[in-house]
């Protein structure tokens, strides 16, 4: 049997959120990688994570990557700031695959956008992020290795992502007053970029925006993000890798053969509307209704013995 | 033996919260029945539990109790609205104790108050609460049971926990601007009451009171649960029951010996500094370092069986 190069594979790339952020990540690698089958999942019933300590955070991860591995995926991507701030070097080399996370992508494309601006003297990026990918570190971590020379101020923004699944305008005077009180500091610092670092955040891009000003490039991790997962796949393709192996992860051949080309199906760990009546704005497209998959299923400590 | 009178007995009172905003019914329960000692279980690594679905807060406020069965208690508490308001039918039974929520001790005391100023012609409650508390509808149906008479005007208030909880002061502009989205239609209305219908919400009383103005009366339903507790530890102990016998769950002899007299122990389901730091507001006193239990222990379906 001739091996499927992975990039034309029927296999799909594997993505998870602690919610539904993750779907912004899941239209960027749409738009770059249109004929790649998605199989999402969103941890709905455990979120945020983004409160939550390091140690929850890796071990509701690991669970819900081991899920998707039952897809047989070619790429896992981590498309939650939080779990890649805190998470990933327990997660990196958990899996048979490539394991790729938000925070580096975004670094790279701050580090650039600065670099474009530097001649404005300072060289400063500013960073909005989950209480938990504050206090890890991981992104002035992530700078530092791509440029010392870069100034990164953090603020964590709890209000934002409640604020965003409420679906208010951006002219309401609630979005107006916890802009005015999470961005006024990092705005007096007239920083060259600014972090998107949650992926809820790029909904409220244009309001964020127009409270920093036109000297402050906004980056959105998305869409590098799928650029990396797209030179990835492209690596393997080269180097002739092929489908990986099925897992002895409760494998359910139903529903892995249901992935098709340029599909998406998103499991999620709550029941209710709530996601499929937000997620449209995220994906910027129709979705249709998630697949519930029972938290306890998860939690199994059998099933963490044969990741 | 004698039967110890379960009034007098050292068995605890279990209280469980989806997070810390249930150390303000604890507050209440001390203030009440300082002679008791408290058992408390926060299942911060999930919260909250206001956003996600029925069927998932009742799994988990399942596993929760029966958690805090182990230490035999002679009472169990559900100190969160969205619990009482979602799941009780499924919990009230499925324990060998009584099972006390938060609403409808609320309901009862919001008519009373609601009776109280009758005179101003119209009788409304307003209510705030969580999204998962407004959508079961569980408040006005207790309210109609209660008084048919009365008109109640709910409106669900994502922003407030996460508000709460990044410990702003009343004076925030923040605080007023989220404040005046939520409260200004129910203002309107002139209600004689203001049902608090989340454990969090007291800790901003006196904000949401100087914006209702003097004629709402606030309901905490802290005060009036912990008084529905003690009239049924009276009842148990007029009736001579004796303690609960041991449950075959899990039982750690260690653990529930050292409950003591007037005694508070805290479980908590996240590792990490939040739940201490966030703790003494809620509480109005200082708490020890809370013991942390791992979220995995609580999904094992053999747990389940036992219970």
Same mark, same amino acid.
């Given at each position: 049997?001739?091996?499927?190069?992975?990039?034309?594979?029927?296999?799909?790339?594997?993505?998870?959120?602690?919610?539904?952020?993750?779907?912004?990540?899941?239209?960027?690698?749409?738009?770059?990688?249109?004929?790649?089958?998605?199989?999402?999942?969103?941890?709905?019933?455990?979120?945020?994570?983004?409160?939550?300590?390091?140690?929850?955070?890796?071990?509701?991860?690991? +669970?819900?990557?081991?899920?998707?591995?039952?897809?047989?995926?070619?790429?896992?991507?981590?498309?939650?700031?939080?779990?890649?701030?805190?998470?990933?070097?327990?997660?990196?080399?958990?899996?048979?695959?490539?394991?790729?996370?938000?925070?580096?992508? =975004?670094?790279?494309?701050?580090?650039?956008?600065?670099?474009?601006?530097?001649?404005?003297?300072?060289?400063?990026? =500013?960073?909005?992020?989950?209480?938990?990918?504050?206090?890890?570190?991981?992104?002035?971590?992530?700078?530092?290795?791509?440029?010392? =020379?870069?100034?990164?101020?953090?603020?964590?923004?709890?209000?934002?992502?409640?604020?965003?699944?409420? =679906?208010?305008?951006?002219?309401?005077?609630?979005?107006?007053?916890?802009?005015?009180?999470?961005?006024?500091?990092?705005?007096?610092?007239?920083?060259?970029?600014?972090?998107?670092?949650?992926?809820?955040?790029?909904?409220?891009?244009?309001?964020?925006?127009?409270?920093?000003?036109?000297?402050?490039?906004?980056?959105?991790?998305?869409?590098?993000?799928?650029?990396?997962?797209?030179?990835?796949?492209?690596?393997?393709?080269?180097?002739?890798?092929?489908?990986?192996?099925?897992?002895?992860?409760?494998? +359910?051949?139903?529903?892995?053969?249901?992935?098709?080309?340029?599909?998406?199906?998103?499991?999620?760990?709550?029941?209710? +509307?709530?996601?499929?009546?937000?997620?449209?704005?995220?994906?910027?497209?129709?979705?249709?209704?998630?697949?519930?998959?029972?938290?306890?299923?998860?939690?199994?400590?059998?099933?963490?013995?044969?990741?």
């Amino acid at each position: 049997m001739t091996p499927v190069a992975p990039s034309h594979s029927p296999a799909p790339i594997g993505v998870f959120d602690s919610g539904l952020g993750g779907l912004t990540v899941v239209r960027a690698l749409r738009r770059h990688l249109p004929e790649e089958s998605i199989v999402y999942f969103g941890d709905t019933a455990r979120l945020p994570y983004g409160t939550k300590s390091p140690r929850t955070v890796l071990l509701f991860a690991r +669970q819900c990557l081991q899920f998707l591995m039952q897809f047989q995926p070619k790429a896992l991507v981590v498309a939650c700031n939080t779990v890649s701030a805190t998470a990933m070097a327990g997660l990196a080399d958990a899996f048979p695959v490539p394991v790729i996370g938000v925070l580096e992508p =975004g670094s790279q494309a701050a580090v650039l956008a600065a670099r474009r601006q530097k001649t404005r003297g300072n060289c400063t990026i =500013g960073l909005i992020a989950t209480e938990a990918t504050i206090a890890s570190k991981a992104y002035p971590q992530a700078i530092a290795r791509l440029d010392r =020379g870069i100034h990164l101020v953090g603020r964590a923004c709890p209000l934002l992502v409640p604020l965003i699944e409420e =679906g208010r305008p951006d002219s309401s005077p609630v979005v107006t007053a916890v802009l005015a009180d999470y961005l006024s500091p990092l705005r007096a610092l007239n920083p060259q970029a600014l972090i998107l670092g949650c992926t809820h955040y790029p909904i409220l891009d244009a309001a964020i925006a127009g409270f920093m000003g036109p000297d402050t490039e906004l980056i959105d991790s998305a869409d590098q993000t799928a650029l990396v997962v797209k030179a990835h796949l492209a690596t393997m393709a080269a180097a002739g890798a092929g489908a990986q192996p099925p897992t002895p992860y409760n494998i +359910q051949p139903a529903q892995a053969a249901a992935v098709k080309s340029g599909s998406l199906t998103c499991y999620v760990t709550d029941q209710g +509307q709530r996601f499929e009546s937000l997620a449209n704005r995220f994906l910027g497209a129709a979705i249709g209704s998630p697949v519930w998959v029972d938290p306890e299923l998860l939690e199994r400590p059998e099933l963490e013995e044969k990741a």
